[in-house]
Every structure is written in structure tokens, then in C-alpha cells.
């Protein structure tokens, strides 16, 4: 939404803050309603049966399961970590950690959303040159490169030992066999909840993520909102020195805010800088940031977490970099 002119600071301020709230809202609200529904119903060895048994095969389709199972970044790690100690391999594991958050259907409605609307069409300076759809290009490029990334990731930890990835605790509580545990269990459900209690856990699920997302996602809205309505042009022309500058910016502002993946591009759409850093932000931050390291770190070793978060902001801004170059 564009700020009416004529209107002080302070003005300006609670008026982005209650329109960037007002657009993102619902979709946090259906994100964490279908988090708690897939946490109290969906059995724990269900996904580690339908994927392919050759691994690589494997990691791929993991990369896709987001659009099955959508599960928001604040989520995903606890489902992930009851995964990983219930036999899934590792690399599909971190596959779906890392995509679930961006390749799902919550995902694809909000970032079309909120560059569809006018503030997210006119910060969008590429579709000037390149006559590209806003809203359509965002999200496809979004979808695309997030997928290369987690699959190339999963890939390589395809080739490390698992004990050199999860946590001494964590390691010992995988079967060898890579079989639930307890076996298949017709009683609860993959968290352990009775049949009779699973609608009232989604329920409660669903408003504590709600809760804690709402909390993040506030506390971006107002850095945005105070960003437009107090800092000068000076700061502004800070972001768009250079692309490469940029595009480092907004990913080290993605990893501070620790926003979720359904309503991130409520965020981004609002500021002034290049597309790529615009993708780089919408990629690089459901995959980390600073509520998920500390996530990571109870299911992954510390070595692992670091080397990951350094891969990844490298390999992410610079496949951004070249995708608005190359096309």
C-alpha cells in the first residue's frame, strides 16, 4: 500500500504497520492451522515410505514434499527432528527442512499477494527493463531457486556420515534399520497424541505457532514500517550502492528479523532495492536465520549449522546475482 502524502512521521509509521500487518495476517493464521493439522494426524514413518528408495531420487522428491505437506520454517525442525530419529535419512531430511518453508501452496498465494499489490509493483525496477510479470516472475524465480538450492544441499550431505551432521543425542536415537520405532502403532498419531485428543493438540498447535510467528512477524513490520517512515534517503541509497551490496544486505536482514516464510514478501515487496536482492531475501531466510540456528543446533552439531549458514548466504546471493543477469 502506498502512505497517503502529507502525513508526519509517526503517521506514516502506524499506517504501513497496520497495512503490512492487515495483508500478511491471514496467511500466518492458514500456515499454522495446517502445521497443527499435519502435527497431530500425519504419522511419523508415513513420508519416509513413500519416497523413492534410490537416495538422490529421494532427496528430489523431498525437495517437493512442501507442496504436499506445507509446514512453515518455525515448525518444520521438531517435525524434522522426530523424523530424522524415526529413520528418514538425513539428506532428505534437511532437504525438506530447508524447502517445506518456501515450495508450498501458503507460500506461492502470499508472495503473489504482496507483489501484486501496488507498493510490491512499484518497487519491482526490473519489470521496467525486462517486461516481466511482477508477481508471477517473484514467485516462479522464488520457487526455482530455493529448489536448486535444497537439492544441491541435500546432495552434499548425501556424502557426509551422520554423525558428522546430528547431535551425539540425536544420533544414538536412530534405528539402525531406519524403521519407526514401536512400529507402525494404530493408537496415536506420529507425535503421540490419542485419537481423541488429536483436534484439540492441532488446535493448540496451531495458536502457539500462531503466537510465535505473529511475535516475528510484528517485530519485522515495524523495522520495515520505521525504515519507510524515519530513515532517510541517505540509508536508503546505502542498500542500492551496488546489486552485489544489496543483495548481502537483505540477506543479513533476512537472518536478523527471523520472519516466516508465509509472510515474508509482505516484507520485501516494500523495499528499495534490486529484484535479486528482493529473491535473496525470500530464499536465503527460511532457510536461516537467527530463531532457526538456535532450532538447528538441538537436532544438528554446531560445525554443521555454521558451515550451512556460510554455504548457503554465498551460494544463494550469487545464484540470485545470476539469475536476474542471465535472464
Not at 535419512?89 to 508450498?104: D, G, H, K, Q
Amino acid at each position: 500500500m502506498d502512505t497517503p502524502p502529507g502525513l508526519n512521521p509517526f503517521t506514516d509509521f502506524c499506517y504501513l504497520f497496520l497495512s503490512i500487518v492487515l495483508e500478511g495476517a491471514p496467511f500466518i493464521f492458514f500456515g499454522t492451522l495446517i502445521s497443527g493439522f499435519i502435527d497431530a494426524y500425519l504419522p511419523s514413518g508415513l513420508i519416509d515410505r513413500w519416497l523413492p528408495k534410490k537416495r538422490p531420487l529421494a532427496v528430489v522428491v523431498s525437495a517437493l514434499l512442501g507442496a504436499v505437506f506445507p509446514v512453515c520454517e518455525c515448525a518444520v525442525v521438531p517435525v524434522i527432528r522426530r523424523l530424522i530419529r524415526k529413520g528418514l535419512p538425513v539428506s532428505c531430511a534437511i532437504t525438506y527442512m530447508l524447502s517445506a518453508p518456501i515450495i508450498n501452496p501458503i507460500v506461492v498465494i502470499s508472495t503473489m499477494n504482496a507483489f501484486s499489490t501496488e507498493a510490491g509493483k512499484f518497487m519491482l525496477r526490473e519489470v521496467e527493463n525486462t517486461g516481466q510479470e511482477g508477481p508471477v516472475f517473484v514467485t516462479l524465480s522464488r520457487l526455482i531457486i530455493a529448489f536448486i538450492v535444497t537439492v544441491g544441499t541435500g546432495w552434499v550431505v548425501l556424502k557426509m556420515r551422520r554423525e558428522s551432521v546430528l547431535r551425539p543425542e540425536i544420533y544414538a536415537g536412530v534405528t539402525e534399520s531406519g524403521a519407526p520405532e514401536g512400529g507402525p502403532g494404530g493408537t496415536t498419531s506420529g507425535s503421540g497424541v490419542p485419537k481423541g485428543d488429536r483436534l484439540v493438540h492441532a488446535m493448540r498447535t496451531a495458536m502457539g505457532d500462531f503466537v510465535d510467528t505473529a511475535m516475528y512477524f510484528s517485530i519485522g513490520v515495524a523495522i520495515t514500517s520505521l525504515f519507510k517512515a524515519y530513515v532517510t534517503q541517505d540509508v536508503v541509497v546505502l542498500f542500492n550502492q551496488s546489486e552485489y551490496i544489496g543483495i548481502n544486505l537483505m540477506m543479513v536482514l533476512a537472518f536478523v528479523l527471523s520472519l516466516c516464510s508465509t509472510s515474508d514478501a509482505f516484507i520485501a515487496a516494500n523495499f528499495p532495492v534490486p529484484l535479486s536482492a528482493k529473491l535473496a531475501f525470500l530464499v536465503f531466510g527460511p532457510m536461516m536465520d537467527v530463531k532457526l540456528v538456535f532450532m538447528y543446533l538441538s537436532v544438528f552439531r554446531r560445525a554443521f549449522v555454521a558451515g550451512m549458514a556460510i554455504t548457503l548466504f554465498i551460494v544463494i546471493g550469487a545464484i540470485c546475482y545470476f539469475w536476474m543477469h542471465v535472464l
